[in-house]
């Protein structure tokens, strides 16, 4: 009995012992610590600043405006086009592909010479975030298209452009006609003589965009492509220092007036015998005639021996007969500059032939100029019977002072047309170099006679306007020299 109970009691324990074991969890094993959850990586901020105006005249032709050396060979998207067969540089303006209303295939360069097929700028840039415009243009986004040569500057005022600058120019062009639409020419003619007029001249023919055989002027440029005449009025030109419109503040409709006058004006180039251009011819004749510098002296130099300068020198005529006409009576009577040789005020008296004849070397052989053309011996003998005159009474010989000048107006003067390229204290150019700097006030200073030469007729070889041609008297030039004599003269 006892025995039985004993077996019973240990089969009831068993099955006890199984049932809390059943009864308790299973074993786990060691719990896992899950990562905290990654977030996705944050896209850069990025801040793009500059200047729209700066970034349409990287658009035009961006080396000019960043300063940078000229790209060479052809931009590598240009092989996916054939219709357009310009080469090297053109083809990495942003104008080439895109043209100057900014909507490529569907504008203006839709077809001619021109023509790329590529598409515009305009809806892409109004579409995407400076950004995605920063990313196309450094090669991010197509390594083929990486503009990131022209600097970080440049880069980011272009980016402004585009997405501040352009404008919709198709409700102000007439597409067959090319005339301007809705413009005000009465309102133009004001607002280019008041800003435009001091470098281009009132008939926009001061300077040449282009050459004697192709000549282009603003009146060319507003009648054959009114598009690229209103992209640079309201952003200037590159490398110059042309004013932008939207700087100044120009509404559209102040450009279309612009372009509307603009379009009234002379393409064709001036007649020849130009007195002012004979003037440069009297200052450096190769330079106004686009011709190779002469080497070795002038025959005629070895008559004179206190003169020691050489070659190239002793083919300018001012270096002869002097600033001032005289030669060994004037300015040039005695220094480093005297050569003994005569003046030529006396010349005026002459007759155009007789003047040809002297330079070409028909009188004396050894006075033969006749390298310099034709046209260019019409416009110096021109010069020598027009252009030249006395200026003795209005400058003090031994303190080189202006005699008479009224320097109010003189700033008046250099304010209104001087100021654009030469800075309003007269040092933005430096005519000499780093060790002996030359401005404005360095040559009214210390040749007053040269000063009145150049500002009568102007700088060979650059763009600077004559005083004769813009009707200015000869007061107005003594008055220009005597606020001249206040700039500074040294280095700033």
Partial sequence: MHTRQYWIGLTLL??????????????????????????????????????????????????????????????????????????????????????????????????????????????????????????????????????????????????????EGLVDVAPNIDVDTKAGIGGDAAHGQELFSSACSACHDADGRLLNFGDEDEPEYVGTIAADNPWEFIHKVRVGQPGTTMPAAIESEWTMQDVVDVLTYAQTLPTEAPPTGSVSRGGRLYDTWWSGAGLDIPTADQPLWASQSTNTRSGTDTWRCKECHGWDYKGAEGAYGSGSHFTGFAGLLETASKSFDELVAILTGESNAAHDFSAMGDDSLADLASFLKEGTLDVGPYINAETKAAIGGDAAHGQELFSSVCTTCHGADGRLLNFGDATEPEYVGTIAGDNPWEFIHKVRLGQPGTQMPAAIDRGWSLEDVIDLLTFAQSLPAGAP
């Fill in 14 to 163: 068993f099955v006890a012992l199984v049932s809390v074991a059943c009864a308790q969890p299973a074993p786990t094993a060691a719990p896992t610590v899950a990562a905290p959850p990654t977030e996705a990586p944050q896209p850069t901020e990025v801040i793009v600043t500059g200047s729209a105006s700066q970034g349409g005249r990287v658009y035009d032709t961006w080396w000019k405006e960043a300063g940078v050396d000229e790209p060479t060979g052809d931009q590598p998207l240009w092989a996916d086009q054939s219709t357009n067969t310009r080469s090297g540089p053109d083809t990495w303006r942003c104008k080439e592909c895109h043209g100057w209303d900014y909507i490529g295939a569907d504008g203006a360069y839709g077809s001619g010479s021109h023509s790329t097929g590529f598409a515009g700028v305009f809806e892409a840039a109004g579409s995407h975030s400076p950004a995605e415009l920063l990313a196309a243009l450094n090669g991010t986004t197509n390594a083929d298209h990486d503009f990131s040569a022209m600097g970080d500057e440049a880069l980011g005022s272009l980016v402004v452009f585009l997405k």
